[in-house]
């Protein structure tokens, strides 16, 4: 009995070392299956650290190259964007290549429907009354494109606003700027100075010229967001010469009026405007065209006669299908 109870214990000592050495095992494999797992998470997140960087430079390297020679004028200079973009109206791709200008959804969206926009009176002299206004009119402007885009099944993203006293940098140029207003594809911003233009407009009073300003420029803005700018600009860029370029820039800015007076005329009651404020529209439109002693490599922004014609297809049509300038006749975007 003592032998056989012997026996029992060795064989009772060999099967629990055997338990032991299996837990030791595993205990060393899910130590070595931790530290294995912490090593390709380093490694990954050095890798994507390095791609971030990558980008970045990418993207530097891009918005340097945007202001070379061949670059379009710096109210539209930019990198270009993603082609899907978020906010509202978020599904649908924006279009590309030529169809972004002569087949774009915002032709097919219908009118405009902005909310009631009463604007404050205008004391142009004052920089706060300005800033007040020209904030007033971007709200309008953010509620109405953004409702446009979701029509259209767009993703849409308002842009920054710097109206500007002091001095300073965008990525596109410095300002002040001769233009006093300018958008900068590259910050998706509008810059506008608070006393610069009504300089520049020699202290023009009525409220519509500032507004038209602002909508011009913000204009440019829905032209990048809904992908025509990106194709616009590859195709400037081919072309030989800067009167074929021009032909190119003459259209976008012709665009830009119309748009600006598309989104006049759906506001005109509630804003109020008259018939008093259209005149003084189309005068100033006329005022900012190409002069007719211009040459070809001058002119940018359409005849007087185009720039008028272009602004009031806006304020009647009230809605973007008014404003298909890329497939007009040459003579009305001349």
């Known amino acids: ?43 990954t997140a050095v890798s994507e650290e390095g791609s971030g960087d990558a ?18 004028p710096a109210d539209e200079t930019g990198v270009p964007g993603v082609e899907a973009l978020p906010g509202q109206g978020e599904g649908r ?16 969206s ?21 800033e007040e206004f020209l904030h007033t009119v971007a709200d309008c402007l953010d509620q109405t494109w953004g ?12 842009p920054e606003r710097v109206f500007w006293e002091e001095p300073g940098v965008s990525p596109c140029r410095p300002y002040p700027s001769p233009a006093g207003a300018f958008y900068c594809r590259a910050s998706g911003s509008i810059y506008i100075g608070l006393t610069d233009v009504v300089d520049k ?12 300003l602002l909508a011009h ?9 809904s992908g025509l700018l990106e194709y616009y600009h590859e195709q400037r860029r081919l072309e030989p010469d800067e009167a074929e370029r021009n032909s190119w820039t003459r259209r976008s800015e012709l665009q830009a009026n119309c748009m600006a007076g598309a989104f006049l005329g759906a506001i005109r009651v509630s804003y109020p405007l008259t018939g008093g404020d259209l005149d003084t529209l189309l005068t100033d439109a006329a005022a900012t065209a190409d002069r007719p002693d211009e ?4 002119r940018t922004h359409g005849s007087i006669d185009n720039s008028v014609s272009w602004t009031e297809r806006g304020w009647k049509g009230q809605g973007p299908s008014s404003c298909n300038t890329w497939e007009a006749p040459e003579e009305e975007v001349r």
Do not use: K
């Open 1 to 43: 009995m003592h032998a056989g109870f012997g026996e029992s214990s060795r064989a009772e000592t060999v099967r629990r070392n055997r338990r032991i050495d299996r837990r030791v095992f595993a205990l060393v494999t899910a130590v070595l299956v931790l530290l294995l797992a912490l090593a390709v998470l380093s490694w």
């Open 55 to 72: 980008s970045q430079e990418e993207a530097s390297q891009e918005l340097e190259e945007s202001g070379d020679g061949d670059s379009p």
């Open 93 to 108: 791709d924006r279009p590309t290549g030529r169809a972004a200008l002569v087949a774009n959804p915002l032709y097919e």
């Open 110 to 130: 219908g009118r405009l429907s902005p909310l009631p926009c009463p604007m404050p009176e205008l004391e142009p002299e004052d920089p706060e009354s300005m």
């Open 147 to 158: 409702t446009q885009f979701a029509e259209a099944g767009l993703g849409f993203e308002a």
């Open 201 to 212: 407009w020699n202290g023009a009073t009525q409220s519509v010229i500032y507004a038209s």
């Open 217 to 225: 420029e913000y204009a440019h803005h829905v032209q990048s967001q």
């Open 295 to 298: 040459t070809a490599e001058e």
